[in-house]
């Protein structure tokens, strides 16, 4: 399929979600038509601002839904599945939905597809679950993920690589600022407290993990559609090369904008998410992608949000 910006029909599932917020805008500004599905659990009004574009469409419905899915299936080019129960928490909070979701509606949605419909399909690394964090993890590093959102997301992963036309994308963890906020992740959480507490108190400081702005992960999408042929069958670690940060270098990261936090590294307790790992983004730089926004920039962004945020808002568990 040859890239026309005014004809491609892109469906995004979860498209009113964190990541989907973003990427719906970022997708319209391309030329794209795109279409929204999403169920709005979470009461989000994130889309409303591209109301005014005649190449987005929104469908409140549910992935799981067979028969609402073979008919928006019918006239789109590209896949972008974001739906999904997302995070550790989330998912242990939730199981049976997180497996009906992240793992049957994908093998649903995989079924009813044309081989001739690409699909772009982020999963997560931290299916690389544990490790020493001082070897770089790659896309040939055996997956051993530690929840039960990493097993489904590593499970529909394998799926949809065993068949034509797809792309898979194990986002780093994710940070910035989004109209569909979320607190949990560990940048924007550290953050958050920093701004509305002034302290953190911190379990296991040296377990390390990669991040990537959002922005970011929205034009590797773009990316990944406008250079689909040369990259098709693949996974991608998708995060910033530099940032493979301990959680102690993330919390000093941020005492550097916020001269006043307090930082309180806890011997007694334990982090109930174990991962701890670095990751290399060589092979997706080797196809051209550069993730640009630094995690200095995401701090300067989320400080300035959090002064519009009201407390208790936006967290996923």
């Known amino acids: 399929m040859s890239v ?27 030329g794209y038509k795109v279409k929204i599905l999403d169920n709005l659990m979470y009461d989000q009004t994130s889309l409303l601002q591209y109301c005014h574009d005649p190449n987005f469409e929104f469908i409140k419905g549910d992935v799981r839904d067979k028969e609402l899915m073979k008919g928006l299936l019918k ?9 999904a129960i997302v995070g550790a928490p989330a998912c242990e909070n939730n199981p049976k939905s997180a497996q009906s979701i992240n793992l049957e509606a994908i093998k649903m949605l995989n079924f009813l597809r044309s081989n001739n419909q690409w699909v772009i399909f982020p999963t997560t690394n931290s299916g690389y679950g544990t490790t020493t964090g001082e070897i770089y993890c790659t896309e040939e590093t055996p997956l051993k993920p530690i929840s039960l959102y990493g097993k489904t997301k590593v499970e529909a992963e394998k799926i949809l690589l065993d068949s034509k036309n797809t792309i898979t994308l194990r986002l780093a963890t994710v940070f910035g600022v989004s109209p569909r906020m979320r607190i949990d992740l560990l940048v924007n959480y550290f953050v958050y407290e920093a701004v509305i507490r002034g ?19 929205a034009d590797c999408f773009i990316y990944c559609i406008e250079h689909f042929e040369e990259m098709k069958g693949e996974p991608y670690n998708v995060g910033l090369n530099e940032a ?45 992608f550069k993730a640009k926004w630094s995690i200095d920039y995401g701090i300067k962004e989320l400080i300035k949000g959090y002064k519009m945020i009201p407390k208790g808002k936006f967290c996923n568990a």
């Open 199 to 217: 302290y953190l108190v911190i379990y296991e400081k040296d377990f390390k993990r990669n991040y990537i702005h959002i922005r970011d992960v």
């Open 75 to 83: 006239d789109v080019d590209i896949i972008i599945p974001l739906a």
């Open 4 to 30: 026309d910006f005014s004809k491609v029909k892109i469906l995004v599932t979860g498209g009113a979600g964190y990541i989907g917020s973003i990427l719906t805008g970022t997708l319209l500004s391309r």
């Open 244 to 288: 493979n940060l301990s959680k102690e270098e993330l919390a000093n990261k941020i005492k550097e904008h916020i001269p006043s936090l307090y930082i309180h590294y806890s011997e007694i307790g334990c982090d109930p998410d174990k991962r701890n790992y670095i990751v290399s983004n060589d092979k997706i730089m080797s196809k051209g």
